[in-house]
């Protein structure tokens, strides 16, 4: 009984995360397009940061072993950045999560090779773990910009993502000495991090190739042996019929003579 309650409460808490993530979506596309009014969305979306915050927090507190849970919810913790409401998207990562939770792929019998890649890739290769850091290292130049350049913090945050990216406009610049030491400090860290991740990503889609092109060579070899097996005992079939055929003709003849 106990045991069915819990479970009741958990599907409860994950529909109510569902609900809220997907309106957290549906609030930032209405922000970024301008549809509706500005200024109710934006108290919807500070309301659902502070609940998503809170959660957030909450399982950080009861975790068990919290460092498995920082790794595992690093999405989480980037859905929460009140920087900028796009951050928002990052709480669909929350779905994903819980999808897997509930086996809800195997259920509708879409479970199979791709999502095995996707996790290995996500988890197994570190792409996370790069990709978090490299998050943290641009938002936090971006506020530490925002505070000495007296910029918003939207357009530091829009300078941060342009000079990781080596991009770099030049529409919004560093002037006084710590912005400009924020800088170089943002194209050393970030631009390395984020050269390591696209590394990353390049050697897992090259080690999935060669992987694909191994187990096609494997495959044709295989297919090759029983092709050769077959061939030889067609070969010894054809060898039994003639010395088959020789003994009948030779017999025939004997016959023949007598």
Known sequence: MEKQRQKSLTIGYHLAVTVLTLWSAVNVVLMIFHIGHWQLE????????????????SRLIIAKDRKTFLIHSAFDLLGII????????????RLARMIQYHH????LGLDGKWSHDF??????????YLFSISIAIIVLSALLFSV???????????????TATTVG??????????GKIIAAALMFGG?????LLTSTITDFFTTQTRQNLGHQQDEKEIELKLLLTKIETLTQKVDQLQTDLKRQESS?????QK
């Open 42 to 57: 934006m108290n919807i979306a500070n309301a659902l940061l502070a609940v998503f915050a809170v959660d957030y927090f």
């Open 82 to 93: 009140p920087m900028h409401p796009v951050f928002a998207l990052f709480r669909l990562g």
């Open 104 to 107: 809800l792929f195997w259920r």
């Open 119 to 128: 996790h290995r890739f996500v988890y197994r290769t570190g792409f996370i």
């Open 148 to 162: 000495f350049e007296h910029q918003s913090l939207s357009d530091a945050l829009w300078w941060a993502v342009t």
């Open 169 to 178: 406009y030049g529409d919004v610049t560093p002037h006084t000495p710590v």
């Open 191 to 195: 631009i390395g991090f984020i050269g």
């Open 252 to 256: 025939h003849h004997q016959s023949k």
